[in-house]
């Protein structure tokens, strides 16, 4: 199976702070990749697929890069509905594969 | 609006037999390829078990830490897709969300099932 490695796994941040999570897989997947935002209790909720496109609805301060091997989840000026735990997924080849989370908490 | 809500988790022994399922609405259930995701209390997510639709032959695809002991399977004239779960384990303690798959991956998801294995 392909590993993600996440990181970092948690972080503290303030509203209005530019934040930036990675994932590192153990291979090659492309462009296959995409992005998950859960909060406690609650299902995870897709931000990003493809690496970059952003799901419909999801506000345009969440953004995707990367490929290859290298991805990056960047938040510019933090909100306080966005404090939750951010997941990446691979989709190159199945079983898709999450990171670890990342856990977005208020400083 | 897409829905999706599973049902049919509980206390089971380990050694049990388990089916969950998860029923579709608000959008054509036959067209997508539908996934179980897992996440044991307090741990991440893993993708436990995919059915892709009839244009790619129902095709089925598993974890390894469940293949042999669960079965995907869906109904599309009900917009329903069961996971039977078979010989469970301790380590199988999870909430088991349903999905839709676009695009490879899942987009929407239900509100998820608890299942306690547990003697």
């Known amino acids: 199976d392909i590993q993600m490695t996440q990181s970092p796994s948690s972080l503290s941040a303030s509203v209005g702070d530019r934040v930036t999570i990675t994932c590192r897989a153990s291979q090659d997947i492309r462009n296959d990749l995409g992005w998950y935002q859960q909060k406690p209790g609650k299902a995870p909720k897709r931000l990003i697929y493809a690496t970059s496109t952003l799901q419909s609805g999801v506000p345009s301060r969440f953004s995707g890069s990367g490929s290859g091997t290298e991805f990056t989840l960047t938040i510019t000026s933090l909100q306080p509905e966005d404090f939750a735990t951010y997941y990446c997924l691979q989709y190159n080849t199945y079983p898709g594969t999450f990171g670890q989370g990342t856990k977005v908490e208020i400083k | 609006e897409v829905q999706l809500m599973e049902s049919g988790g509980h206390l089971v022994q380990p050694g049990g037999s388990l089916k969950l399922s998860c029923a579709a609405s608000g959008f054509t259930f036959s067209d997508y390829s539908m996934d179980w995701v897992r996440q044991a209390p307090g741990k991440g997510l893993e993708w436990v078990a995919r059915?892709?639709?009839?244009?790619?032959?129902?095709?089925?695809q598993y974890a390894a830490s469940v293949k042999g002991r669960f079965t995907i399977s869906r109904d599309d004239s009900k917009s329903l897709v069961y996971l039977q779960m078979n010989s469970l384990k301790t380590e199988d303690t999870a909430v088991y969300y349903c999905?839709?798959?676009?695009?490879?991956?899942?987009?929407?998801w239900g509100q998820g099932t608890l299942v306690t294995v547990s003697s």
């Open positions: 059915m892709r639709d009839k244009a790619y032959t129902y095709t089925t």
């Open positions: 999905s839709r798959d676009s695009y490879g991956n899942p987009d929407y």
